[in-house]
């Protein structure tokens, strides 16, 4: 098959490393595909490194923008259109709203246009949703109204947890057959490899981490809704009680200097480690360094890093948002109500506190994902999915 994957940008991200993993899979599968993105413009980084050698081509939009920007949103559009109409996909697949609009939009607008009155196929991939509570009414109501129209556009919907799928079709967003859960995959291998306690030592030592400390990390950019604060407040409760825990931050953003100051007049400076930007590559070492993974975001699909800590065998500990308790259970970690900071705290100390725990619910937790965040796994529904629309 022809395949066109189109997404907003190349950032470091979970939809991103979804995406990039199924182009490669599918082209190595023998399917021409074609990845169409916009330029990794802001501080979150960028993944076109990933995309060089690969045997899928990849074409840069220059004015796609995740940002409302008519003028733009139109350029790209009509440059979407015309590389569509260049190429006559079977399939054209989308990722994140800006593209998903965007690309579904132009999609729609070539079929019946070639030999086939069919093609293109159109498939979006929900990998969040753009409504949730923690902003307006209004604004939810605009994102929703969008969606359904785009919908109407869309042959097939992918979605990283069965939660999206119950939270899109109880708006009124496609039809109930329309949806399949693809688990958004990872590589595996750096996950599943145990490194070696010397290299561990190693990384702990650029970060100021003792070998002995219990080492709670959270792996999200630092921004809003990504929940730190909630962390930070646990940890001046947990502080004093367990003198050997440290925090680990490890990510980038817009919040970094206040959440630095935050932790400042916490008296915390000396608990607390930030990593800064980290390669994709390096959140393995990260993870095995580790031994307990917190993840108080209030918005997500479902977090990639709470399948990676499981896949290294660590136990996590994540508020019960979205897709969270599709992994994460009291046989792999613990659950907790989002902004439950006592209950959250509670967690964490009993984790803390018991290794023989620890290590329990890490090797459980290695067990129950690693078939269902293979790479082949997802590539295999996501192929299906395209040879039912053909």
Excluded at 75 to 87: A, E, F, P, V
Excluded at 217 to 225: N, P, Q, W
Excluded at 300 to 320: C, H, N, T, W, Y
Aim: with cysteine; net charge negative; hydrophobic share 40%.
């Amino acid at each position: 098959m022809k395949i066109v994957h189109i997404i907003t940008r190349l950032i470091l991200g979970g939809a991103q490393e979804n995406t990039l993993i199924t182009c490669k899979l599918l082209a190595e599968r023998g399917h021409d595909v074609t990845l169409i993105t916009g330029p990794a413009l802001g501080p979150e980084g960028q993944m076109f490194d990933e995309t060089e050698g690969q045997k899928y081509k990849t074409i840069v939009v220059d004015k796609m923008r995740r940002a409302i920007k008519p003028v733009y949103d139109l350029i790209s559009y009509r440059q979407i259109k015309k590389i569509l109409t260049d190429i006559q996909p079977d399939i054209v697949h989308t990722h994140s709203a800006k593209a998903g609009i965007l690309g579904r939009y132009a999609a729609y607008a070539l079929k019946n246009k070639w030999s086939n009155p069919k093609l293109p196929q159109v498939v979006h991939t929900i990998h969040g949703l753009a409504f949730h509570p923690y902003q307006s009414e209004l604004i939810n109501k605009f994102y929703i109204a969008i969606e359904k129209k785009t919908a109407k556009k869309t042959d097939a919907f992918l979605s990283v947890a069965d939660v999206m799928n119950e939270k899109a079709i109880a708006t009124g967003i496609g039809n109930p057959g329309d949806f399949t859960t693809a688990y958004s995959a990872i590589e595996e291998d750096q996950y599943l490899k145990t490194p070696s306690q010397e290299s561990i030592n190693d990384f702990r030592r650029k970060h100021g981490i003792g070998s002995q400390a219990i080492v709670i990390t959270c792996i999200a950019r630092l921004a809003e809704l990504k929940g730190h604060e909630y962390i930070i407040e646990s940890a001046k409760r947990i502080a004093t009680r367990y003198p050997d825990s440290m925090w680990l931050f490890v990510g980038d953003g817009a919040l970094s200097e206040t959440l630095k100051d935050h932790i400042q007049m916490e008296n915390l400076t000396n608990r607390f480690r930030f990593t800064g930007m980290v390669d994709p590559t390096e959140i393995p070492q990260v993870l095995h360094s580790s031994d307990i993974l917190v993840h108080c975001s209030l918005r997500e699909g479902l977090a990639r890093v709470l399948p990676q800590a499981m896949l290294a065998g660590k136990p996590a500990i994540s508020f019960d948002i979205d897709g969270a308790k599709e992994v994460v259970n009291d046989n792999t970690g613990r659950l907790v109500e989002a902004e439950d900071v006592d209950a959250f705290t509670d967690a964490c100390e009993e984790l803390i506190r018991d290794k023989d725990l620890r290590e329990r619910l890490g090797a459980n937790a290695r067990e129950s994902v690693v078939e269902k965040f293979a790479p082949d796994t997802m590539v295999d529904t996501i192929e299906a999915v395209y040879r039912k629309l053909m």
